[in-house]
């Protein structure tokens, strides 16, 4: 008889995300630097594995308001960066999902290849950190003015 993991009738779709993510995952960051800040301009949302000096980071903003030139530059979007500006690109997130612990980011190819990953993005959260809460929420409001799927049991 198969187990759960083994019949893909008894995985969710949640755990199927997760699990494809595993088989390609190439970028594994340790959140313990967690923020969102919103300028007025626009809401940036942060997970690094360092506060001061990150080796690893994930940085993801979004402009209240997108203006003609944006538009024209396909700069309307949510934009993603992974470690520095030269791996960066507008939209081409396809969904996030929060299970337990972790926040997996959804990738479409072209993303992929932009962002220098193979798969996946996987962050790791610190359940007791004081930013997460918020920032989740932040996470979950922009995903939803995207029209971007936010997968969670945890926060509904």
């Known amino acids: 008889m198969a187990t ?16 494809e993510t595993l088989d390609k995952m190439s970028y594994e960051l340790n959140a313990s630097h967690i923020f969102n800040q919103d300028d007025d301009y626009m809401v940036m949302l942060g997970f690094a594995d360092d506060e001061f000096e990150p080796s690893k980071f994930v940085i993801i903003q979004k402009a209240h308001e997108y203006d003609d030139q ?48 193979d798969g996946n993005i996987r962050i790791a959260l610190e359940a007791n950190h004081p930013e997460l809460e918020s920032t989740l929420s932040v996470l979950k409001n922009i995903a939803s003015d995207e029209n971007i799927p936010f997968n969670s049991p945890r926060l509904g």
């Open 70 to 117: 944006d538009v024209k530059l396909g700069m309307d979007k949510l934009h993603i960066q992974v470690e520095d500006q030269s791996r960066a690109n507008y939209g081409g997130i396809s969904s996030f999902t929060l299970d337990n612990s972790y926040l997996v980011i959804e990738l479409e190819l072209d993303t992929q290849s932009s962002l220098k990953v």
């Open 4 to 19: 759960r993991w083994q019949d893909p009738n008894m995985v969710s779709r949640q755990e199927k995300i997760i699990l």
